[in-house]
Nanobody, 125 residues
């Protein structure tokens, strides 16, 4: 599976962005998908995850209520809608794909097999 993230940019605090992650391959629908982010000089952190069908989602506390992860298996694409953005959301956002993820592993980067390149999000105050 090859992943290509897009949609990053510069936005003012309080604004919105939608990130997309397009996947190649016919097995996309069998993978759980996740979004992670890494701010300058900080560790990579989990943002959101969605199971293969889209029926189950999970969020980091820092983005809960503001971000929404979704997927369109017909388009081999996963999305991250980001609303009410804050300067602390500034980071490089990456999408990832993994199989057989369970509740205890879906927030762990180590559980994901495939990674896309990041897309940069900058939120100005």
């Amino acid at each position: 599976v090859q992943l290509q993230a897009s949609g990053g940019g510069l936005v003012q605090a309080g604004g919105s962005l939608r990130l997309s992650c397009a996947a190649s391959g016919r097995t996309f629908s069998s993978y759980s998908m996740g979004w992670f982010r890494q701010a300058p000089e900080k560790e990579r952190e989990f943002v959101a995850a969605i199971n293969w069908s889209g029926g189950s989602t999970y969020y980091a506390d820092s983005v809960k209520g503001r971000f929404t992860i979704s997927r369109d298996n017909a388009k081999n694409t996963v999305y991250l809608q980001m609303n009410s953005l804050k300067p602390e959301d500034t980071a490089v956002y990456s999408c990832a794909a993994g199989r057989s993820l369970i509740q205890s592993t879906r927030a762990s980067a180590a559980a994901y097999t495939y990674w896309g390149q990041g897309t940069e999000v900058t939120v100005s105050s």
